[in-house]
């Protein structure tokens, strides 16, 4: 197994979660029509969530650190409008597009105060499970993808956060030594400085026994579309549910709120520890494929 499997592993597990969340802002949708096996194929369409994550782990694959540059023109390039993106992102990439430098464009954003929404955190969880074993460099390569999107700490803070995870959870299964839910959400908190994002996560570590009800009334169901919103309860559920992948999913839609973001920053930690062998082949078989 090499790092690279990890990173497509997770990305795997991000954009079924996202495809299959995404499935629920469609009035009426019940679990059992979607598992019915009687849709076609490559029913489950993705969203941004998976877009962008799809054009970050294209950038991973050239040595060396993460080149912010061609990263900022690569989302800009394959931004569509029609796969959901927030009117903050749209404003952003359109900018990129149009040749502004993405520094002052990310630093504009929101009355020059950034972005602190969940977009960085949802597409970063592949570059995490990439950077296995070393999570100093999972969480500095994170702030660098963040940065050309979303340059409100919050924001950073919710990808270090993720990729940290990722990173964690790779981990774990490359040596087989799965963490405590606890030991997860600690060696998380060893990478953020203070903040919302640190706040949530302390949290989420407190509520580790509590129902999904509970912790996504205290943390937060992305419904804000803040890092602050969502991180927390997505790094809940991939702590509970780290050897379990459709429970993590699972848990993400029974939470509502931005459900295609939550579960898939939840399924790409989560896939980064149970492999592609963890998700449901029919899951996997539903999701549109992927570029």
């Keep these: 197994m090499t790092d690279f499997s990890l990173c497509i592993d997770s990305l795997d597990g991000l954009s079924v979660g996202d ?113 296995a074993g070393d999570s100093k460099t999972a969480a500095l390569e994170a702030m660098r993808s963040a940065e050309v999107t979303h340059a409100h700490a919050e924001g950073i803070l919710g990808a270090v956060a993720v990729a940290v995870a990722a990173a964690e959870a790779g981990w774990a299964r490359l040596v087989r030594n799965r963490p405590t839910p606890a030991e997860l959400l600690d060696a998380v908190l060893g990478y953020l400085v203070d903040g919302q994002v640190r706040d949530g996560v302390r949290r989420a570590r407190r509520l580790l026994g509590a129902s999904v009800g509970e912790a996504a009334y205290e943390l937060g169901n992305g419904s804000r579309v803040l890092a602050q919103d969502t991180v927390p309860f997505a790094l809940w559920v991939a702590a509970n549910h780290l050897a379990d992948y459709p429970a993590a999913v699972l848990a993400c839609i029974e939470a509502g709120g931005d459900m295609d973001t939550m579960a898939a920053i939840a399924g790409g930690i989560v896939a980064a520890h149970t492999g592609r062998a963890g998700i449901p082949p029919l899951w996997l078989a539903q999701r549109e494929p992927l570029p």
């Design 19 to 131: 495809a299959l969340g995404a499935q629920f802002f469609v009035p009426g949708t019940k679990l059992s029509d979607l598992f019915d096996g009687t849709a076609p194929a490559g029913s489950w369409p993705w969203t941004d969530d998976t877009e962008m994550a799809t054009v970050l782990v294209a950038e991973l694959r050239h040595p060396g650190p993460l080149d912010q540059d061609r990263l900022a023109r690569a989302f800009a390039g394959r931004y569509d409008p029609y796969r959901g993106y927030g009117g903050g992102a749209v404003v952003i990439l359109h900018r990129i597009r149009d040749g502004e430098p993405w520094r002052s464009v990310a630093r504009d954003a929101f009355d020059g105060v950034g972005s602190m929404g969940n977009g960085a955190a949802m597409r970063v969880a592949p570059l995490g499970a990439l950077h």
